[in-house]
């Protein structure tokens, strides 16, 4: 899984793009995967990415896959790496913890950054420090209005 996760990510990035996360499913039938860019993804971007990772999967013997699926983020994307966190710092985010933290494992609030090796997240005004290593899942939860 690390070497595929690898091979896309470099494959992903020379074409310009950012690796958000990948998903495989269907018994590893079915591979999914997230891009990005900072002026954001439309549809010419998928397939431009889906054709040169159709060919490099071709290339590579070893990979049994029947589908590939190349897709954005959306609003909710994961934030998964440092640089996710400190890229969104003063958005709105939603953040689940392994262990709980003040009685809690749940916190939705504004990022504020990474120091420490801790996210900063401010939630009612509290500024929550939280252990990368504790976060379960992150991700953006932007309001609509």
């Not at 985010?93 to 504004?110: E, H, M, S, T």
Request: aromatic share 6%.
């Amino acid at each position: 899984m690390q070497d595929l996760y690898s091979l896309l990510e470099k494959s992903v990035s020379q074409l310009g793009y950012e690796l958000v996360d990948v998903e495989i499913s269907n018994r590893g039938k079915l591979i999914r995967l997230f891009i990005d860019k900072p002026e954001g993804i439309n549809i010419d971007d998928c397939v431009l990415v889906s054709n040169q990772l159709g060919n490099v999967l071709a290339v590579e013997n070893d990979i049994d896959y029947d589908r590939l699926e190349v897709s954005s983020p959306g609003l909710d994307r994961v934030l998964k790496k440092d640089a996710d966190f400190i890229r969104f710092t003063g958005e709105r985010a939603q953040v689940k913890l392994r262990i709980p933290v003040d009685n809690r494992k749940n916190f939705i609030g504004i990022l504020q950054g990474i120091e420490q090796d801790n996210l900063l997240i401010e939630q009612e005004g509290v500024l929550h420090r939280l252990a990368l290593s504790n976060i379960d899942k992150a991700r953006l939860a932007p309001e609509f209005k």
